[in-house]
């Protein structure tokens, strides 16, 4: 939701190490609001064309995270570009391939959603892979990563306040990782 450049990002950053170094001497009257901008949240693009008639499901799986968290923003990758994220439709299970923090393959399995599992919760839920949650299992519908464990019956997309945490520690800083045990390299089923 907190839309900004990366850019402003980086000169606020040379702003404020101009000004932790040479001091007041080299403080624009902009050091606040530079200083501010520091904290910009990382964009991660995801490239959904591949993912069929779930697009929309994925769309808004991002989008929640977007509401959900300010240190990391999903944005729709430009065309011609190369996306942290892909995002494919098959007929297995959902599942992720993380690569590295804010970057890997989801798969939208259709196995899931043909048994009854939530279009949206899956699209949320995988994208929480990416971003660095590893899963919750068994747990509770309130849960978002707790995943099929919580039955067909949960369709809660929406992270909670510890997953949250999590991701906005795994962005934060500088872009260090604090929080998150997902495994890198490696297919997470479910
Ligand atoms: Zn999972």
Known sequence: ?????????????????????GGQAVAAPSADADADRALAARVVTYDASGSAEFRSAVDRGAAIW???????????????????????ADNGWPR???TSLGNGTVYIGRQAVNEGHDTIRISAHEL???????????????????GSSAGTTCTNPYPNAAEKAEVEGNFGGA???TGGAVPLNVMIMN
């Open 66 to 88: 977007n509401e959900s968290v300010d240190a990391v923003e999903l944005r729709p990758v430009a065309a011609g570009q190369r996306a942290n994220i892909r995002v494919l």
């Open 128 to 146: 929480g892979h990416i971003l660095g949650l590893p899963d919750r299992k068994p747990g509770p519908c309130s849960s978002l990563m707790s």
């Open 1 to 21: 939701m907190h839309v900004r450049k990366l850019t402003g990002g980086f000169a606020a950053a040379l702003a404020l190490t101009f000004s932790l170094m």
């Open 175 to 177: 872009f260090t990782r």
């Open 96 to 98: 992720a391939l993380t």
